[in-house]
């Protein structure tokens, strides 16, 4: 079992940065590909990143490519997402989950989920 706890969403500036942390718990955070999905009101939830389970390998959803960072610190066992160049077609609320499956890029992929934290850009 797994309990994943994110933060550092708030409102920003189109344009300005944020960085999301997600802390988990238990002692198998290395053995586990880690994920952030986003869900914007209305749609549905989509990918953003993940990362393998020894942070060498990632992917990115094409329109965050070279503006957002997935990195992850096995000893602090926490996944971060630093947000760069941000957009206002960025907001939504972003969940990080956990899971096995390497390149999975749809929700049904993962074991588990956070509780969500928002962010918001502002044009």
């Known amino acids: 079992q797994v309990q994943l706890v994110e933060s550092g969403g708030g409102l920003v500036q189109a344009g300005g940065s944020l960085r999301l942390s997600c802390a988990a718990s238990?002692?198998?955070?290395?053995?586990?590909?880690m994920a952030w999905f986003r869900q914007a009101p209305g749609k549905e939830r989509e990918f953003v990143s993940a990362?393998?389970?020894?942070?060498?390998?990632?992917s990115y959803k094409d329109s965050v490519n070279r503006r957002f960072y997935i990195s992850r610190d096995n000893a602090k066992n926490t996944v971060y997402l630093q947000m760069n160049s941000l957009k206002a077609e960025d907001t939504a609320v972003y969940y990080c989950?956990?899971?096995?499956?390497?390149?999975?890029?749809?929700?049904?992929?993962?074991?588990?989920w956070g509780q969500g934290t928002q962010v918001t850009v502002s044009s």
């Open positions: 989950a956990a899971g096995s499956i390497w390149r999975g890029t749809t929700p049904e992929k993962y074991d588990y």
């Open positions: 238990g002692r198998t955070f290395s053995s586990y590909v």
């Open positions: 990362i393998n389970q020894s942070g060498g390998s990632t």
